[in-house]
């Protein structure tokens, strides 16, 4: 079963400060990475999508991706109020069945 | 439109009804996704579509769910007799052609079953 793993939190910051949200997944030959935010009673947004290692920044936000690892990471850099949310991380891979797998999400709380 | 619209978006029906619930897709996009997602819960995959072909059905829950697609653009997502348990939020998502291709989300059709 492949899977994609993330901390539920609740991750708490203060506001101005770096968030930092993990995942990790299993499929070692997975090629497409995206994060999605999602506000309470809203769907998901996405935010984010990587495909090579390294780091990919827009605004605030940094997605970083090893692959060797397994590991995908969003940074929240200037944290404010308004990026509490629930951060989906999202994964799919080659082949015939590239069904994108869902992490359950991470609980944001940014506090003033 | 310029994203993707469900309708509509709150239902409620008793026990036992038939419900329909649609979606049509940003203009373009071949792929069209439907999910279920619970309160406090992730979100539950069900049927996948590439244009009016539904290549990966695994994700419905039972034979009462039924989905279909015309004109390669608006999908019908259908439940018959419906349960409480069916009770949840029904996401649609659009995509370009390919996995590799971002989903978007309309803003979903809240279910109630009383």
């Known amino acids: 079963q492949k899977e994609v793993e993330q901390n539920s939190g609740p991750l708490s910051v203060p506001e101005g400060a770096i968030a930092s949200l993990n995942c990790t997944y299993s499929d070692r030959v997975s090629q497409s990475f995206f994060w999605y935010r999602q506000y309470s009673g809203k769907s998901p947004e996405l935010i984010m999508s990587i495909y090579s290692n390294g780091d990919k920044e827009d605004g605030r936000f940094t997605a970083q991706l090893n692959k060797a690892s397994q590991y995908v990471s969003l940074l929240i850099r200037d944290s404010q109020p308004s990026d509490s949310a629930t951060y989906l991380c999202a994964v799919n891979g080659a082949g015939n069945n590239r069904k994108l797998i869902w992490g359950l999400g991470t609980s944001l709380a940014v506090n003033p | 439109g310029a994203g993707v619209s469900q309708s509509p978006s709150n239902k409620v029906t008793e026990k036992g009804k038939d419900v329909e619930l649609r979606c049509d897709p940003i203009?373009?996009?071949?792929?069209l996704y439907w999910y279920r997602q619970s309160l406090g819960q992730g979100l539950e995959f069900l049927i996948y579509f590439q244009g009016n072909s539904a290549p990966d059905k695994s994700g419905l829950p039972s034979d009462r769910f039924s989905a279909e697609r015309t004109g390669g653009s608006v999908s019908t997502l259908t439940i018959q007799r419906t349960q409480q348990e069916d009770s949840a939020v029904y996401l649609c998502a659009s995509s370009r052609t390919g996995f590799n291709q971002p989903q978007h989300f309309g803003d979903g059709t809240r279910l109630s079953i009383l």
């Open positions: 203009s373009g996009h071949t792929a």
